[in-house]
Each structure stands twice: as C-alpha cells, then as structure tokens.
C-alpha cells in the first residue's frame, strides 16, 4: 500500500471498475474448496495444487501471459453449479465494495464452461443472482461483458458469440470483448463476430497492446470497430494511433499489476500512464485478476501513485474518465460524478 499523503483519498475516492474477470477473481481457498465439494480432479504432478501457500506461491512467479492462462483455465474447472457461479461474483463484489468500487464492468469466459459441459445459462444466471444482490446489499452496480478466447478457432468463437447474442441484445449483457492468448490470435480473425455485434449495436472492446504490438491495438479499433481497449500499453508505438484514441476518447483499461506479474513490464514506472495524461488519452485503473495478481483495484491504485507521484487533480480525471466512458446509463454517471465531487470537496 502507498504511504504517501493521498492515501486515504485514494482510498475514499469512489472506483469504476472496468477490467476484471470474474473467473480470475477465484481466490486459492476457494478454488480448493470448490474442488474438494465438486470432485475435481486437479494436476497431480503439479505440487501447487496441494496448499493455498503453494498455489500463492506459483502464481507469485509467472513467466508470461500464456503461464498464467494455465493455471487460470485448471482453477476455473472447480467451478460446477449456479451457486459456485455466483459465490465467486458475490465474493468479488463483496471484495470490490470494501474498496470503494462503486461501479464495475466485468468479464467472463462462456466458452472455458460450455467447452467442459458446463451449461452457458448456468453461468449466466449465477452471475446475475450475484450481481442483483450486489446491488441490494451494497448500492453497487454492474455490467457483464462476455469474453470470446481468441485460443479457440473463430468459427468456434463465433458459435459462442451467437448463443450470448439474446442476452446481449437484451440487456443481460452489456458488451463483447475478446481474451485469452494474444501473440499469434489477431483482432482481425474475429471481425465477423464484432461486424454482427456492431450491426445490433453491441459495445465493443478487446484486448490488445498486452503482450503483442501496437497493430493489434489498431486493428481491434479498425478492423474490429471497439470504442474501448483492455491493456493497451503499446500504444507510444504509434504517435497517430495514440492521438486519435485522445481525440476519439477511446477508454484505455489498464491492469498496471497484471503487467508486472505477466512480465510485460519490469515495473510500473515503465507504464506509458505520464504520456497518456499529458496527451490526454483516456484510461482507467484496474485489477484484472486480483486472485492471481497480488492485488484488487485499491492495490494497484496504490501501486500506480507510489510509482508516478500523480496529483490530487490528475487522480480526478482518472475517475472522471472512468466514470464517464462507462456503459452504463447517464443518470448512474450523474451519481457517481457527484460522489466523487462530494469526496473531492472533502479533502480540499
Ligand atoms: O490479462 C489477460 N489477458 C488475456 N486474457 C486474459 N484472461 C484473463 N486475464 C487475461
Ligand atoms: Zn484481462
């Protein structure tokens, strides 16, 4: 945690979440419980299965995106009925709401459930029971984002995307957004996907600029046709790109732990976050992962001031920004600006 005289706003301010996937919110003890309870094999030749420690301890040394993908898909094979569902999501948000979360967009894998006969409903109204009582019991609002795995054939990806197209156009689920190994599974392979998305007006995001260059970055933009980008440190690659995500407000979700644990980054101090305030692109502070990361969101808002020493005022228009490239209504924005306006005036 920072020390630093903005702490306790840091702490207070209200957070928009925008980044995080609910499958790798699964902390240790649960993932053993839920395979302890469900029957779930797990590795026998991996010794990190065998204790919370060890688990913790693995994950405190991954080698790259695609080390950490391993463990996140064997974690979430624990995961089994609607209560495991929303358990995991009520345990996040429950988590999120001691942090000040106010508001938070979160993903989740469709296809790493149904792939092991997991029915697709079963996760979705899990999730939904979880987010409703999230609401009820915290004021805390939020939006699924269902996740294509760019690993998986997009003819496969496509097939996903078509049974979450009703619950995206009713409303269940608030957008479409791309994850799993990046390098190698360019934006433009799932362009027939995010062209029917668009059609039906469907929000959009991806991830890309995490490990892989800034094309992919460009393409999920041009080829893809997303108003929003997940990771995207690669954008200093290209001046003209970096200018227009400023003048397009293009929201930029950052994950400045994840980068760190996945090797992208030898720290946070080489994070592009002083050119994207001084060129005005707009991002967002976020945890990813947090249950294999080493931190939720008040973490890595800590983790980034300890690092860049920000002001009082550039913290406002980090949550500003958060707040009002959200997907949800503009009555919800209304609420969380004044909140943040009344916590603001508090520390003046
Ligand atoms: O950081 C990530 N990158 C890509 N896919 C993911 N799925 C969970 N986390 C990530
Ligand atoms: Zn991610």
Request: net charge negative; aromatic share 8%; charged share 25%.
């Amino acid at each position: 945690m920072c020390q630093g005289p903005l702490h306790d706003l840091l702490v207070d301010l209200p957070k928009v979440e925008h980044h995080m996937h609910l499958e790798g919110s699964l902390e240790p003890n649960l993932l053993l419980e839920l395979a302890k309870r469900n029957n779930i094999e797990l590795p026998k030749d991996d010794d990190a299965f065998s204790s919370v420690e060890s688990l913790l301890a693995r994950y405190s040394r991954f080698t790259s995106l695609d080390d950490f993908l391993h463990y996140y898909f064997i974690g979430m094979t624990t995961l089994i009925t609607e209560s495991d569902f929303e358990s995991l999501a009520y345990a996040y948000f429950q988590k999120a709401h001691s942090q000040r979360v106010v508001h938070a967009e979160v993903f989740f894998d469709p296809q790493a459930h149904t792939n092991r006969n997991v029915p697709y409903d079963t996760v979705l109204s899990g999730f939904k029971k979880a987010q409703a009582r999230a609401k009820t019991d915290f004021g805390m609002t939020s939006e699924l984002i269902v996740c294509l795995l760019r690993h998986i054939p997009p003819k496969d990806c496509h097939q996903a995307y078509l049974q979450a197209l009703p619950d995206l156009q009713s409303g269940k689920i608030s957008g479409l957004g791309l994850s799993s190994t990046e390098k190698g599974n360019h934006p433009s392979l799932f362009k027939e996907s995010y062209d029917d998305a668009k059609k039906h007006g469907i929000k959009l995001t991806a991830h890309a600029g995490e490990e892989a260059d800034v094309s992919y970055m460009a393409s999920a933009v041009d080829d893809l046709g997303c108003t929003r980008i997940d990771h995207g440190i690669k954008l200093p690659q290209d001046p003209e790109l970096l200018a227009r995500f400023a003048r397009d407000k293009i929201l930029v979700t950052m994950c400045p732990l994840s980068n760190v644990e996945l090797r992208c980054v030898k720290s946070i101090s080489e994070l592009p976050i002083r050119q994207y305030i001084d060129a005005r692109v707009p991002f967002s502070i976020n945890s990813d992962d947090p249950a294999y990361f080493g931190g939720y969101i008040q973490e890595n808002y800590c983790a980034v001031q300890k690092a860049f020493n920000l002001t009082v005022e550039e913290w406002a228009n980090i949550v500003t920004n958060s707040i009002t490239l959200s997907w949800c209504n503009e009555e919800r924005k209304d609420e969380m600006l004044k909140d943040l306006s009344d916590t603001l005036a508090r520390y003046a």
